[in-house]
């Protein structure tokens, strides 16, 4: 029987029974060809997550028009017949592990990366969204404040059309053999924008009233039901609260889910923010899991129709409590798939130490990656969506490996050796494994960095792999292995200052975590820098700087940060 009984009940979405209650919530990967057909990646990275044991899973932002609108450069769309062979290649690969599947069609709008001028818009409404990926380009000798980004007010007639590319976007979706269809009407994206109280200016049918601003997505729904049926099931992605000043809160969107269901929508999929209040749907490190429960909780007690949530949802303890108290019907999984596609099978076979778990630092699946124009990626899971990693058999020939430094990279280097059958060292000249991460035990807001470090080690520790600690290998030593990797990291500069060099330190030495109580201290001490008196100087950039900041503030601590660049 399993630890997690709700977790893994079946559940309808309209006539199609899902074998499990977790949800991959819709997520653009940007890994399409450049025309926006289906990829090797896309294939990959979604039949990942089924074979994981995701129950029902969205194929994130598939534009309906590819020429007005793409929310990444490299997104998925279905604007055209020929796009259906490769959607349905997507489809097979996702059901050939039994999981269910859906597309979302998604206009961005105003905040489309593609086209860079143009775009279009509810509202002619001059806005800054240095979150979103529709950001200007901002060249080298350019000032951001000179940066503006033109749009184009949608007509009545452009509106009509919209409405009709939906839903031939829905019954390309459906030819292709997916389960069903979502509308992303969430986070500021063109039918966000119309249903938005504080977004949609208009003083014509689509604006107004909250009649005028839901005829747009109950046209949609309407068509795509006359296209496809009324018993292929469309769902709905919509901010519950927008987090502005005169945007859309709690009761209304309450009011929103009832008109959905009666309009036929099969379930109702949440989330928070426009972006204008960007904090509450990127969910930074600080969020606490479940911030969002009390959104699914209200809304479900007015609608008969599943309802997911999503939002820092990490633990399947949690997960399953939250089914269990009847706060939500499906959890909605995103950015942890990225860490770990497996989370739900380790969850079902009682491996949740084994569970990779997603420590919200946004980088690698959105400041390096679609905000930079790139594929999707992960920051703690190399093998993010990448197949050259999904390589499990063991080598040919088994090679005497020296890994020299135990950091993150050091770590995952002997870990992937060892999986792949080699014989491994792993050196590290202190006491303990993990390196420069461990530096965020002491910053405020931080402490799920540590889980990444306390996986990786535990990792570390269920492998054959040879620990070395507090030694420093000779070039004699490493002379004997078949190959020797090189993870020492980098060592911070700390500049030359004339009379004052004792007062300098650096920054390693002050973010040194001091809890005894962490199953892998080292034992023999582990102390931070004890600073004197109450005004500090930090000179540098990037996350070392920041971090350091932010925590000697939190101790009291009077602190002028000075860098060399424009900006910090």
């Not at 009407?185 to 200016?201: I, K, V």
């Not at 700390?494 to 892998?520: M, N, Q, T, W, Y």
Request: with cysteine; glycine share 8%.
């Amino acid at each position: 029987m399993s630890t997690f009984p709700h977790l893994f009940e079946p559940i309808m979405i309209g006539p199609v029974e899902v074998p499990n209650r977790i949800c991959h919530v819709p997520t653009d990967i940007s890994s399409a060809h450049a025309d926006g057909s289906v990829s090797v990646r896309d294939i990959h990275h979604h039949a990942t997550i089924a074979k994981g044991g995701t129950g029902f899973i969205i194929v994130g932002a598939t534009s309906p028009q590819g020429k007005t609108g793409r929310s990444t450069v490299t997104c998925l769309v279905a604007d055209g017949d020929e796009y259906i062979p490769g959607l349905a290649r997507l489809a097979e690969a996702m059901h050939r592990y039994g999981a269910k599947c859906a597309v979302q069609l998604q206009h961005p709008g105003r905040q489309a990366a593609l086209p860079r001028a143009g775009k279009f818009a509810s509202t002619d409404m001059v806005v800054n969204l240095p979150w979103s990926q529709s950001r200007p380009i901002l060249y080298a000798s350019e000032e951001e404040s000179l940066t503006r980004k033109p749009i184009h007010v949608l007509t009545t007639d452009e509106i009509l059309s919209l409405i009709d590319l939906f839903a031939e976007g829905a019954w390309r979706v459906k030819q292709a053999g997916f389960d069903a269809v979502e509308l992303h009407a969430a986070h500021g994206y063109l039918l966000s924008e119309f249903m938005s109280p504080y977004l949609n200016r208009r003083n014509d049918r689509f604006g107004g009233s909250f009649e005028n601003r839901m005829r747009l997505p109950l046209a949609i729904i309407e068509a795509i039901q006359k296209k496809c049926g009324r018993d292929f099931p469309v769902l709905v992605r919509y901010s519950v609260d927008e987090w502005v000043p005169g945007g859309r809160e709690l009761q209304e969107s309450i009011r929103v889910a009832k008109v959905f269901e009666e309009a036929g929508v099969a379930a109702l999929d949440l989330s928070q923010c426009i972006q204008e209040s960007p904090g509450a749907g990127f969910d930074p490190m600080y969020y606490q899991e479940g911030w969002t429960m009390y959104a699914s909780l209200a809304i479900k007690k007015e609608v008969h129709i599943p309802v997911i949530n999503s939002h820092s949802l990490r633990n399947p303890e949690y997960c399953e409590k939250i089914l269990a108290e009847g706060k939500v019907d499906m959890v909605g999984l995103s950015r942890q798939l990225l860490a770990d596609p497996y989370w739900p099978m380790k969850a079902r076979y009682g491996q949740v130490k084994a569970i990779r778990r997603c420590i919200s630092c946004l980088t690698g699946c959105w400041q390096e990656s679609l905000m930079a124009k790139k594929e999707i990626a992960c920051a703690i899971n190399p093998a993010c969506g990448n197949p050259a990693f999904e390589i499990r058999t063991k080598a040919s020939q088994a090679l005497r490996v020296a890994v020299v430094g135990g950091g993150p990279a050091g770590m995952e280097a002997a870990r992937h050796a060892a999986e792949r059958g080699h014989a491994v060292t792993l050196y590290e000249k202190t006491g303990e494994l993990g390196g420069a991460i461990l530096g965020c035990c002491l910053v405020p807001g931080k402490d799920k960095m540590k889980w990444y470090a306390d996986w990786i080690r535990d990792q570390v520790s269920q492998l054959p792999i040879e620990l070395r600690l507090r030694h420093e290998p000779t070039l004699e030593e490493l002379s004997s292995f078949d190959v020797v990797i090189n993870a020492t990291g980098a060592r911070s500069y700390v500049p030359r200052v004339s009379g004052l060099s004792e007062k300098v330190v650096p920054f390693e030495r002050i973010l040194a975590c001091p809890k005894v109580s962490c199953e892998f201290h080292p034992g023999d001490g582990r102390k931070p820098e004890k600073l004197e008196g109450t005004r500090v100087i930090v000179w540098g950039d990037h996350y070392p700087a920041a971090d350091t900041a932010a925590f000697l503030a939190s101790i009291g601590k009077e602190v002028t940060i000075v860098t060399p660049f424009k900006e910090f």
